[in-house]
């Protein structure tokens, strides 16, 4: 499963209010206005939201200095961070993040 949740939702160059504003505008004309949609209409990649890159290894160290992490294959569909189970570990601070090309655009962040 590869990770996303730390990274933004939105490609670089649009704020939130442009494609929440987009979104309404097709809704009202009663298109498809999901954020895949946006994405879709506007040439990004759906697997990695536009980044070109997947996260595939969480690591962090727990409250007792154990070193954790979470490997996530990016050949599976991403899941968000939360999704990791819960465990002694929490709170979780100081992630670092391993990357790793996207294999639908091949690191492009475009279709």
């Not at 939130?16 to 009202?28: H, L, P, S, Y």
């Not at 290894?57 to 409250?63: A, I, K, L, M, P």
Request: glycine letters at 10%; one cysteine or more; aromatic letters at 10%.
């Amino acid at each position: 499963m590869a990770i996303y949740d730390v990274m933004p939702k939105i490609p670089e160059g649009f704020t939130v209010a442009e494609v929440k504003q987009w979104r309404a505008d097709q809704q009202n004309a009663g298109r498809p206005s999901g954020v895949d949609d946006f994405l879709s209409a506007h040439g990004y990649c759906i697997n990695c939201l536009g980044h070109g890159r997947l996260i595939i290894r969480v690591s962090w160290r727990d409250s007792e200095g154990n070193d954790c992490y979470y490997d996530s294959p990016i050949s599976d569909p991403p899941v968000e961070l939360r999704s990791i189970p819960k465990g002694p570990w929490e709170p979780i601070t100081n992630w670092e993040c391993r990357y790793a090309a996207c294999p639908v655009c091949g690191g492009s962040g475009r279709t």
